[in-house]
């Protein structure tokens, strides 16, 4: 079946640590999306790629970083100067007719410890 | 740029009533498409509908239906005859054309929680 795959579900941190969520889609999509969503809050946009080797900051960049080498995966890697971690992290990519499907992830609740 | 608001932060109604959520958009561009999900308690999130800014015609899917208004940007979902199991955060979403086509924008949701 087609989708995304985020992993793990749930991931613990220690201060200082770097981590890295992972995200994979079979969808043949070209775009690519994190976000973070806290408790109570909408979603807010990370970082975004429409293409392999390329991708753009969203909203709230900073403390994270990407990459894209392949159209399938789209890796998070949240570093130790992202100050307030812990949240929802939710991946899309977007496709369909005219890109404007967006599947979603089942996300991966990131702890600082 | 492009905001969604949802002016509601939560909703409670009891088993049966109808429930109207309502969501506000903003955007310049002429293009754009307007979405609804769910989000259980899993924390998935589950699409629901699609809309683009060439049809505004309303859409009724079983107890869900929606109503698009360019003339006061807005698109509202109502479920009639709600159940316990409606209960979850719903999103309204926007994404536009242009150079920012597929950036995906959500509203800050609304919790509806359905008593038995």
């Known amino acids: 079946d087609g989708g995304i795959t985020q992993s793990p579900k749930y991931l613990f941190r220690k201060e200082g640590q770097n981590v890295t969520l992972s995200c994979e889609q079979n969808?043949?999509?070209?775009?690519m999306y994190w976000y973070r969503q806290d408790p109570g809050q909408g979603l807010r946009l990370i970082y975004y790629?429409?293409?392999?080797?390329?991708?753009q900051k969203g909203d709230i960049a900073e403390g994270y970083s990407v990459s894209r080498e392949k159209k399938e995966s789209f890796p998070l890697t949240v570093t130790s100067a992202q100050k307030n971690p812990t949240a929802f992290y939710l991946c899309?990519?977007?496709?369909?007719?005219?890109?404007?499907?967006?599947?979603f992830g089942q996300g991966t609740r990131l702890t600082v410890v | 740029a492009q905001k969604v608001t949802q002016a509601q932060t939560e909703i409670s109604v009891v088993e049966k009533e109808d429930v109207t959520l309502d969501c506000v958009y903003e955007t310049r561009d002429t293009t754009y498409y307007l979405f609804w999900y769910k989000q259980p308690p899993s924390g998935e999130l589950v699409f629901l509908i699609r809309r683009n800014s060439f049809d505004e015609q309303n859409e009724i899917s079983g107890r869900y239906s929606w109503n698009f208004q360019k003339s006061t940007s807005s698109f509202n979902f109502t479920i009639t005859a709600s159940q316990v199991v409606d209960s979850a955060v719903y999103f309204c979403a926007l994404t536009a054309g242009g150079t920012s086509y597929g950036k995906l924008t959500f509203g800050q949701g609304t919790i509806l929680t359905v008593h038995p």
């Open positions: 969808l043949n999509h070209d775009a």
């Open positions: 899309a990519s977007i496709g369909g007719v005219l890109n404007t499907e967006a599947f």
């Open positions: 790629s429409q293409i392999v080797n390329d991708f």
